[in-house]
């Protein structure tokens, strides 16, 4: 059975920078494409950022592009989201997803429903 965690969330001011960590078990990690989710209360959960298991390519969405960094440990079954110039706007609950699909979700268009297992949840308060 695959199990994801995340961890690495916290409060933090506005420009601040954090690391999150999301751990795979149970399974081959390298079969894996990888995304970042989040959801603030009272919106839909969303994707932020993504990597794919062949060429490592990557993902982000519009908000995170430039301050956000996804990437991958295939060695310790890890996928890492490194946050930069936090800002109150990105505070929200980080989900960590798999999917293991023949095919890149996002280059799908595909959102939450592309993918197949998720983690718990790491939250994260960006305050002023």
């Known amino acids: 059975q695959v199990q994801i965690q995340e961890s690495g969330g916290g409060l933090v001011q506005a420009g601040d920078s954090l690391r999150l960590s999301c751990g795979a078990s149970?399974?081959?990690?390298?079969?894996?494409?990888m995304g970042w989710f989040r959801q603030a209360p009272g919106k839909e959960r969303e994707l932020i950022a993504a990597?794919?298991?062949?060429?490592?390519?990557?993902y982000y969405q519009d908000s995170v592009k430039g301050r956000f960094t996804i990437s991958r440990d295939n060695a310790q079954d890890t996928v890492y989201l490194q946050m930069n110039s936090l800002k109150p706007e990105d505070t929200a609950v980080y989900f960590c997803?798999?999917?293991?699909?023949?095919?890149?979700?996002?280059?799908?268009?595909?959102?939450?429903?592309?993918?197949?297992?998720w983690g718990q949840g790491t939250q994260v308060t960006v305050a002023q």
């Open positions: 997803a798999a999917a293991r699909t023949d095919f890149v979700p996002w280059r799908a268009g595909l959102g939450t429903e592309g993918y197949d297992y």
């Open positions: 149970g399974t081959t990690f390298g079969d894996y494409d």
């Open positions: 990597i794919s298991k062949t060429d490592g390519s990557t």
